[in-house]
């Protein structure tokens, strides 16, 4: 016996959920003030070079990361080949950044969300191989990312107050 549910309800939290992570808290599992773009506004390109380990990357290596993260998996949402993928070059390339290529690095990953976002609404149906897959790992990996960025911001103010 097969159960379904419908679109609208499947859809609506997950639209939350990307709105949560992504710009506004709704109190699904983020505290308020806690969105990724509300984390990096403050975020200076000096605290973007910075690392707070030599075992990590940089936030803005971060931040590049996620927005690659979510061209690739909009690609493969909408069912497109997405070939060799070079997951390390970011990690192995991205150190420090000017303010110019801060904010350019910014605005790039809300540009990228901003497309995902309309690409997930105006999907016809979510029968696709990789739709839902797609957009729950969209929450999933950003969310973890927001974590390494709020954690590595931390420790780098912690060492700037001495």
Not at 2 to 14: C, G, H, M, N, Y
Request: hydrophobic share 40%; charged share 25%.
């Amino acid at each position: 016996m097969s159960k379904q549910i419908s679109l609208d309800r499947f859809t609506q939290p997950l639209f939350e959920l990307l709105d949560e992570t992504f710009e506004n808290v709704h109190g699904a599992y983020l505290d308020k003030g806690n969105s990724l773009f509300e984390t990096l506004a403050p975020v200076t390109a000096e605290q973007a070079s910075r690392a707070a380990s030599n075992q990590v990357a940089t936030i803005a290596a971060q931040v590049k990361h996620v927005r690659f993260y979510l061209c690739v998996l909009q690609d493969y949402t909408l069912n497109k080949d997405v070939g060799g993928v070079d997951w390390g070059e970011i990690w192995r390339t991205t150190r420090q950044v000017t303010p110019e290529e801060w904010e350019i690095i910014k605005r790039e990953l809300r540009e990228a969300y901003q497309s995902v976002l309309a690409t997930l609404k105006n999907l016809d149906g979510w029968e696709g191989e990789h739709s839902i897959e797609g957009a729950m790992g969209i929450v999933a990996h950003t969310a973890y990312h927001l974590g390494e960025i709020r954690q590595a911001l931390g420790v780098i103010n912690a060492a700037r107050q001495g």
